[in-house]
């Protein structure tokens, strides 16, 4: 069994969403992670997981970067509401994130928040998942050095650095964060820096992502994402690590089970 820990079936990409669900139970990716970006989504995540119960659990939480900017509501207000929406869903709510840091440029559609709206909504779902004992799932975005500068406080937690591309230099800093899991995604099918830092994380350290609807892996890089691609990049895993896919699925499947306490 394979688990898919960082998928946006929430997104309005999937209308499909029956037959993405079909095609990845016949790849034998059996469960996956509905990871939110604002309060929006959040509730969407709680809804898929109750459509698919034991085969889809909710991440709730809010993206560093605006992405719905139409929302003028305060960070106060949101994670106030998030906090609300773990509180009445506990069965289905396994995770928070994904949250954290960005620093690169805005996304179509989306608005810019500065810093210290960043750090704040970032500060407020760091509180939220230590009151609840809940992993975080972490985006970075060209802030990996000011969170390792200013962050280290989260060293007690538990959580994944989600689609991990922070390089090899710092992974020492980042295998200091001892409960937390490296997020690997479909971008180590083509990307050969990330093979290399791959090679220098201890597999009971991995989780697989897809990230989807984004980062399909080769052959499908540049088309629509799906949970059912996780074996692709479980091969390339097993591969650049000179060991065996069957390796690779136990092992992080098993990393994936004890993070989220899921059966």
């Not at 990845?24 to 989504?41: G, P, Q, R, Y």
């Not at 106030?80 to 509180?87: P, T, V």
């Not at 506990?90 to 928070?96: C, L, P, T």
């Amino acid at each position: 069994m394979f688990i898919d820990t960082h998928a946006h079936l929430n997104f309005r990409d999937y209308k499909d969403l029956n037959d993405v669900i079909k095609r990845a139970l016949d790849t034998n990716v059996k469960k996956i992670i509905c990871v939110s970006s604002n309060i929006e989504d959040s509730i969407i995540s709680i809804e898929i997981a109750r459509k698919y119960p034991g085969i889809v659990f909710a991440a709730v939480g809010i993206h560093p970067q605006c992405t719905d900017p139409e929302n003028s509501e305060e960070i106060k207000t949101q994670i106030s509401k998030l906090e609300e929406l773990i509180l009445e869903n506990r069965e289905v709510v396994i995770a928070i994130g994904e949250c954290g840091l960005d620093f690169s440029d805005v996304g179509e559609g989306e608005r810019n928040r500065n810093i210290d709206e960043q750090e704040k909504l970032f500060i407020g779902q760091i509180e939220l998942a230590k009151k609840y004992d809940l992993p975080i799932l972490l985006h970075f975005n060209k802030a990996h050095d000011y969170f390792l500068d200013n962050y280290s406080g989260l060293s007690d937690m538990k959580g994944i650095f989600h689609c991990y591309v922070g390089g090899k230099k710092r992974l020492k800093k980042f295998f200091d964060y001892k409960d937390f899991l490296f997020g690997i995604t479909g971008l180590i099918t083509y990307d050969e820096g990330l093979q290399q830092v791959v090679k220098k994380i201890p597999l009971e350290r991995i989780v697989l992502e897809t990230d989807c609807p984004f980062l399909a892996p080769l052959p499908y890089r540049g088309e629509r994402n799906e949970p059912g691609y996780i074996p692709l990049t479980a091969s390339k895993v097993a591969e650049i690590r000179n060991t065996s896919i069957d390796e690779v699925e136990r092992v992080t499947t098993e990393n994936a089970i004890k993070l989220f306490e899921i059966n």
